[in-house]
């Protein structure tokens, strides 16, 4: 689902001075990550204007109403430009908003807001945290672990030993991101990340035990709050007569939010020492991203075996006749 946050958060997290208190910026939802610099519209140019997204007004902009000799024209197009009900106003490099802004403001309930940042940083950092809050976002049952700098998301049915394999991995020095539900946000085409709900954040469940709080009992080193999925491991139960993939040479996916990512489906039998099993295929995994595939060196040996046994085979008979 698409995510949606309040102008509260926006100002809280960018530290922003609100300048008209008496609006309640609680009630103001923000939809859009993208931003809009109000320049064109200062113009009296309002086709195409994107009024939902949050406005910003830099030097550029400012300096150009400064130097308007025609304050009534002025103040009908600041008067046309708050009009609109954009999410707020905010002036970069600590520039104070004008009467006029403040009148307009008043009369159509429009947050004005300043920050001390230059404007193309704020921009880029503005972009950067909506992309992320307003990312689609879904709710998994799994376990999202952080193994060798790999998010690793193992998925299986309930019961199928999900949560062990994430304490051997603590145990072995890895990070726990999330046990149970995995809250994943696709904040662009190639990248997911996952975090934990604040509920169960740093909480491991182990039947028979009970709760196990990973940061008390591990220490803080071990934990993480979010973190990007590179890999899905899938846990099922054995089936003697299913066909695995021994080799790997062709790489499996699975679709999360539009995006693929590796998959690997794991048989689970009486033996097998999943945290190992786990552990390998991220580095595994690692290395392909690197540019080496043990599957296809193998594949190479053999094929250049066999052509050299060919050849000497070939080599023999030359020699006979």
Known sequence: M????????????????????????DEIIITKADINRTALQLTGFFEYFEAERVQIIG????????????????QEIIDKLMSYKMPCLIFCRDLKPLDEFYEAAEK???????????????TAEIVRWLNVELAPSISIHGVLVDVY????????????????????????GHRLVSDDVVEIKRVSDVTLVGSSPDITRHFIELRGIGIIDVRMLFGVEHVKETQSIDLV????????DAEYDRLGLEEQFTEILGNRIVCH???IRPGRNLAIIVESAAVNHRQKKMGYNAAQELY????????????????????SE
Not at 6 to 14: A, D, N, Q, S, W
Not at 59 to 74: A, P, S
Request: aromatic share 6%; charged share 35%; proline share 3%.
């Open 265 to 267: 489906n794991i048989p």
């Open 233 to 240: 491991i899938k846990l099922e139960d054995w089936d003697k």
């Open 2 to 25: 698409n995510q949606e946050l309040t102008l509260t958060r926006l100002i809280e997290h960018l530290d922003l001075e609100n300048h008209t208190p008496e609006i309640n910026t």
């Open 300 to 319: 190479n040996r053999v094929t250049g075996n066999i052509r050299k046994k060919e050849e000497e085979f070939k080599k023999e008979n030359e020699k």
């Open 149 to 172: 700098g790999e998010g690793v998301l193992i998925m299986g049915e309930s019961g199928i030993g999900k949560s062990e394999a994430a304490l051997e991995l603590l145990k072995r």
């Open 59 to 74: 030097y550029v902009e400012y300096t150009y109403l400064e130097r308007q000799r025609d304050e009534k024209k002025m």
């Open 108 to 122: 159509y309930g429009v947050p004005l807001l300043t920050t001390k940042r230059a404007t193309s940083d704020f």
